[in-house]
């Protein structure tokens, strides 16, 4: 008989916890350009090297570099910086306002104003969004009022969503984004299924589903990549690797497997891995695996590595579970920064026109503010009728609602 | 009018439907090429072709998920989960997304969607092939839910929930599926093709939800049932020689309060009949609200007769089964009081 040690049970750790030194030497990082930028026809099997790279474009002197630099004119560019200020400035303002007590939850974007912001340009009208709930650059960057936003955030007379959903929890058909669910990872199957419905149609739209790297173990994940790889349904499905799902790092949810977009190939999907915090480089990866879904070869996973720099929501605490200066540490930068200097590196941005929109656009959100919390805020002001708490249960109301609406004194 | 058994009408219902329709669409596991294990949606994919109805891969939450985002695109899908017992991976999300869809988006993403399942007793499918699993979603807003009880019934129900614009959770008795079951299982069953209550219109028509049907007209007492049970409760009726209303309630939610109350306020007695466990099962609802409408009218206390609250046993189910006997014992309690 063989002799063994008692089995003891392997439960994976960040390495640096509150007190240590920040260290992230375990990721590995190639240099930009340094990636190859395959055809998008490209059988998948011969490009499983790009789930464990990081495709990067902006090189550390703010130069567009490699094979998959070139994507964005130069307004696109300007726009996409106008529209991560938009989100930070905004973040800023609603995070302010809940500690006011205007509202009872918030989330910010702090440091992963690329992800959203940038793929949201790579999107047609008619095509779905399935968000999370760090996604709200993609309503900013199609355009959806920021006063709108607002009142879903307060819950006031003219939330879109009549004060039933969480602040943050958006959901507008006409700009892409569908409702989103507090429950996790469910909105990942059904981006699929609405995929498959386009397919079906013929039509020529595609979806874009959204998930976070801790919610990857949700069997929803699983039951999406068995479907997406399937029917090739025309899908692009992202995989917003921030570190941290509140307070449990990544490699809860990882394990010992290479990396998330990895999982992948087990289903025969294209999976690559994309520096979060660059915003050329997300445009460029979401336009490739865009194209791919449009000309119907089918689903394309993309892992964006970048880095929670804010709390998981206003009730969390990060200092408790991971150093002060993590964010800080950060190899890949801060998105907004790196924007920056690669406009001004071309010649087409200044400090100056920079310090000129960043006020521009605090005055745009604060006016947009002040609009919202003249309607109202979560306990004061103009709010939904409790009468709407029984619309939209069903189209139609049935005789018990109704009944039930009546005794409410409504 | 021709006759059908119960899954001949539900086929008939999809075929009808998908000719009317094309944004309907049918899948689930086994439902494409071989037209499913209970044969519902046989021959659907030969007419309507592979991208209207087809074959999934086994995942319950994958193929309620996925139907979710059709209907969220502007489709109609009707899926099957081949045995209700096994809805519940894919609970999460009919209760905590089809339920709520067009809430949370107010009215902005809506989600006309059918979830067909075989459920309940009687064939030998012990634990995991027996399930009524009907209160699990009658109490949660935003569904709809129906169990049939003919096969005409079947047909013109899943016709208009298909049609319906919000998620419906519909229940086929499978015990009944071939022909009417009486409760009594060593007698013969006599089939739907051989049966008068196995008429069906072949031409398109719509059963309305939310409304009852008065199988049995009575004055004694009333009887509370849907499915295979309303056929067990109308042989234990005419066996207890008791003249008794009997209600196919048919629509669970919304429910057909009207039918009910003026029913018990007539007779003075209600007995309520389902298979799946008495706890909380959809019967403790039907008797909070016959209470409360007419308390003044009731002269006996309601009673349940209903499954065990033990999980379905494979080799004692004729013991588990609410069969005529114990139907008959709670309708002579309920006169005697």
């Known amino acids: 008989m063989d002799q063994h040690e008692p089995l003891s049970l392997n439960v994976p750790e960040p390495e640096v916890r509150p007190g240590g030194q920040p260290d992230f030497s375990s990721v590995k990082i190639p240099s930009a350009g340094a990636i190859r930028r395959p055809d998008v026809d490209e059988d998948p099997e011969n490009m499983r090297d790009l789930a464990f790279g990081i495709i990067r474009v902006l090189n550390r002197n703010g130069e567009a570099v490699g094979p998959w630099a070139g994507t964005l004119t130069d307004g696109e560019l300007r726009a996409g910086l106008e529209h991560m200020l938009t989100l930070r400035t905004y973040d800023a303002r609603m995070m302010n306002a809940q500690r006011q007590g205007k509202t009872s939850f918030y989330m910010q974007h702090l440091g992963e104003e690329a992800v959203s912001c940038a793929f949201q340009q790579v999107l047609r009208q008619g095509d779905m969004n399935f968000p999370t709930y760090r996604q709200a650059g993609l309503l900013i960057s199609s355009g959806y009022p920021l006063v709108t936003m607002m009142n879903q955030v307060y819950s006031n007379e003219a939330d879109p969503l009549r004060g039933r959903q969480l602040p943050i929890m958006y959901s507008s058909k006409e700009h892409g984004f569908f409702s989103i669910s507090g429950n996790l990872a469910t909105q990942y199957i059904q981006a699929v299924g609405w995929a498959m419905a386009s397919a079906i149609s013929g039509d020529d739209k595609i979806a874009a589903a959204w998930i976070g790297d801790g919610s990857t173990a949700e069997s929803d994940f699983h039951a999406a990549l068995v479907f997406a790889s399937t029917y090739k349904a025309p899908v692009v499905l992202n995989i917003v690797n921030n570190q941290w799902a509140i307070s449990t790092f990544q490699g809860i949810a990882r394990g010992g497997s290479g990396t998330f977009a990895a999982r992948g190939h087990g289903f025969g999907i294209p999976a690559l891995r994309v520096d979060g915090n660059d915003f050329l480089a997300v445009h460029a990866v979401g336009k490739w695996a865009a194209e791919r879904a449009r000309r119907n070869l089918g689903p394309t996973i993309v892992e964006y590595v970048t880095y929670r720099a804010g709390g998981h929501s206003t009730s969390d605490d990060p200092s408790a579970y991971r150093p002060k200066e993590e964010s800080d540490a950060w190899p890949l930068g801060d998105p907004v920064l790196r924007l920056k200097a690669h406009l001004i590196a071309r010649g087409l941005w200044s400090e100056e026109r920079h310090k000129q929109l960043e006020a521009e656009v605090h005055d745009r959100v604060i006016t947009a503010q002040k609009e919202a919390e003249a309607i109202g805020t979560l306990h004061t002001g103009r709010r939904p009728s409790p009468r709407d708490m029984f619309e939209d249960v069903y189209e139609e109301m049935p005789p018990h609602l109704i009944a039930q609406r009546h005794q409410a004194g409504y | ?337």
Request: charged share 20%.
């Open chain 2, 1 to 337: 009018m021709a006759r059908m058994t119960m899954i001949e009408a539900i086929q008939n219902a999809l075929d009808i439907s998908m000719g009317r329709d094309e944004r309907v669409v049918v899948f689930g596991e086994d439902v494409g090429y071989f037209g499913g294990v209970f044969r519902c949606t046989a021959g659907l994919q030969k007419k309507y072709g592979r991208s209207r109805c087809f074959d999934t891969p086994i995942s319950e939450l994958g193929i309620v998920g996925a139907a979710i985002g059709m209907a969220a695109y502007g489709l109609k899908p009707c899926v099957e989960i081949q045995f209700a017992d096994y809805v519940y991976p894919a609970y999460d999300q009919i209760v905590s997304e089809a339920a709520r869809l067009r809430y949370r988006s107010a009215g902005g993403f809506t989600c006309p969607l059918v979830v067909r399942m075989p459920a309940g007793g009687g064939i030998y499918g012990g634990q995991t092939h027996s399930q009524s699993p009907e209160a699990l979603f009658t109490h949660v807003a935003g569904l709809k839910v129906v169990v049939p009880s003919t096969p005409a019934d079947a047909k013109g129900l899943l016709t208009a929930a298909i049609e319906d614009p919000d998620p419906v959770i519909f229940l086929e008795p499978k015990r009944i599926y071939n022909g009417p079951f009486d409760g009594h299982h060593d007698r013969p069953i006599v089939p739907w093709k051989k049966h008068e209550g196995g008429e069906v219109d072949e031409n398109y028509y719509k059963t309305p939800l939310g409304k009852a049907a008065i199988r049995r007209q009575g004055e004694g007492l009333t009887v509370l049932a849907y499915g295979t049970m309303v056929h067990v409760a109308m042989a234990a009726v005419e066996e207890a020689g008791i003249d008794a209303e009997v209600i196919d309630l048919r629509t669970l939610v919304p429910l057909d309060t009207k039918t009910i109350m003026e029913s018990v306020r007539k007779t003075g007695r209600c007995v309520i009949v389902h298979e799946a466990t008495q706890t909380s099962g959809f019967g403790a609802e039907l008797a909070a609200q016959v209470q409360a409408e007419c308390f003044y009218h009731l002269e006996a206390p309601i009673m349940r007769v209903a499954g065990w609250d033990t999980p379905y046993p494979h080799s004692q189910e004729w013991d588990y089964f609410p069969g005529p006997a114990r139907i008959i014992r709670a309708l002579n309690a309920v006169m005697e009081a």
